[in-house]
C-alpha cells in the first residue's frame, strides 16, 4: 500500500522536478527503501538511478553520493547483473578516494570483489577480499573469516601463474586458514602436489554459497580476456586450455568447466616438478585427458609464460626446465618478506587512518 502510494506520488511530482527536487530525491530514497525490503530489488535500483545526484540542482555530499550509487551496485549483484553494476560502481570509484569513512570504504571495496567474481576475475577478486579480511579491525570476527574464505575459494579458481601463488603463499601462511573447510586443498596446492579431479568438486556447497550464478545463473553478461598472468577465467571457454570446446553442450555449468581448467593447469605445473620429461600420452593418463588435450593445455601455458618446458612435437614428449633452487629460495623469501611489511602497512592504514593520510602513505 505505501510503495503504491510513494509510486503514484512520485509520478505526479516528476512534472516539477525542478521545484520539488529535494522532495523528490527524499521521495526516491524512502521508496527503494521499501521496495529493497519486500525484495523488489531491479526496481529499487531503477528508483535510485533516478535521484540526480550528479545533473541536479542541489549539492549533494560524497557521503551520500558514495552510499547511493553502492546500494544501486548492491541490487544489482544481487540481481546477478554484473553490466549495470559496473556501471555504477565506477561511478563510485571516482568518488571512494575523497571519502573518509572507513564502512562506506569497506562496502566500496567488498561490492568490487563481488563484481571481480562475476567478471570470473578470480585473481584480482581474491586479493581484495584477503584485503578485506585484515584491514578493517572493527568487523565481526565471522566477517573477516567469510572475507577469508572467499578469498581463499578465489585464489583456488584462480588461472595458474605467478601472482596466485603469491596468493596461495598469503594465505597459506595465515594460520586463520586452518580452520577453513578448503584448507586442506590450500595446502597440495600451495605444497604443488597433485590432486585429483573430485578434490575441487568436494567444495561444491561452499562455491554454490559465494558463486551461484556458476552454478544456475549460467554465463555471465561479460566475457574478461585471457592476461598475461592466465588469471581469468575466461580461458575456461578456450579449446585445450582446459576448458569448454565451442561444442559444449549447454547444460555443463560454468563452475564445471572452472574446476577442470584449475585442476588440469595445476597438475601440470606439479608434473613439472616431478619430471625432467615425459611422453604426452603419459602426461595425459596424468592430467585424466588425452595426449592431444595435455599438448594443447601445456603448449597454451608456456606460451603465457606459466610454464617453462619445451615440447617435442616428434618424439611426443615435454621437457620440463627446473628452476635454480637457490634462486627460488630466494625468491620465496622475498615474497615472504614482502607479505609481511604488507600486512603490517594493512595494519597501520586500518589502527591509524588519520595518521596514515597525514603522511601521504
Known amino acids: ?112 570483489a563481488r563484481l571481480l567474481d562475476f567478471k570470473q576475475k578470480f585473481l584480482e577478486a581474491g586479493q581484495r577480499y584477503a584485503e578485506l579480511s585484515i584491514r578493517f579491525p572493527w568487523l565481526k570476527e565471522s566477517e573477516k573469516m567469510a572475507f577469508l574464505e572467499r578469498a581463499l575459494l578465489s585464489a583456488l579458481l584462480a588461472g595458474v601463474g605467478q601472482q596466485r601463488a603469491r596468493l596461495l603463499t598469503t594465505l597459506y601462511k595465515d594460520e586463520r586458514c586452518q580452520s577453513l573447510q578448503a584448507y586442506p586443498i590450500l595446502e597440495k596446492m600451495y605444497m604443488r602436489r597433485l590432486i585429483s579431479r573430485n578434490c575441487l568438486q568436494s567444495l561444491e556447497p561452499l562455491f554454490i554459497k559465494y558463486y551461484p550464478q556458476l552454478f544456475f545463473g549460467g554465463k555471465t553478461e561479460e566475457t574478461s580476456p585471457i592476461d598475461a598472468e592466465g588469471q581469468d577465467a575466461a580461458e575456461a571457454t578456450t579449446p585445450g586450455a582446459g576448458g569448454e570446446a565451442p561444442n559444449t553442450p549447454a547444460s555443463v555449468r560454468p563452475i564445471q568447466n572452472i574446476l577442470e581448467r584449475v585442476t588440469v593447469e595445476h597438475n601440470m605445473l606439479a608434473a613439472s616438478l616431478i619430471y625432467n620429461n615425459i611422453s604426452l600420452s603419459n602426461l595425459g593418463e596424468l592430467l585424466e585427458v588425452d595426449a592431444s588435450r595435455a599438448e594443447k593445455v601445456a603448449a597454451h601455458m608456456i606460451g603465457e609464460g606459466r610454464l617453462v618446458a619445451q615440447i617435442d612435437q616428434i618424439d611426443g614428449f615435454i621437457h620440463f626446465e627446473k628452476q635454480n633452487a637457490t634462486v627460488a629460495s630466494l625468491s620465496s623469501q622475498i615474497e615472504s618478506l614482502c607479505a609481511s611489511v604488507n600486512r603490517i602497512v594493512e595494519g597501520i592504514e586500518a589502527d591509524h587512518p588519520t595518521w596514515v593520510a597525514a603522511q601521504h602513505i
Open 1 to 112: 500500500m505505501a510503495i503504491s502510494a510513494f509510486q503514484i506520488l512520485l509520478s505526479r511530482m516528476q512534472s516539477r522536478v525542478i521545484a520539488f527536487e529535494a522532495q523528490l530525491t527524499e521521495l526516491r530514497d524512502l521508496l527503494a527503501k521499501r521496495l529493497s525490503n519486500s525484495g523488489d530489488l531491479r526496481e529499487a535500483a531503477v528508483v535510485l538511478s533516478g535521484i540526480p545526484l550528479e545533473s541536479g540542482q542541489r549539492s549533494y555530499s560524497v557521503l551520500y553520493k558514495l552510499d547511493v550509487y553502492l546500494r544501486i551496485v548492491e541490487c544489482y549483484l544481487t540481481l546477478g547483473c554484473p553490466t549495470q553494476a559496473e556501471l555504477y560502481i565506477n561511478r563510485a570509484s571516482l568518488l571512494q578516494t575523497e571519502c573518509q569513512d572507513q564502512h562506506m570504504i569497506m562496502r566500496f571495496k567488498s561490492a568490487y
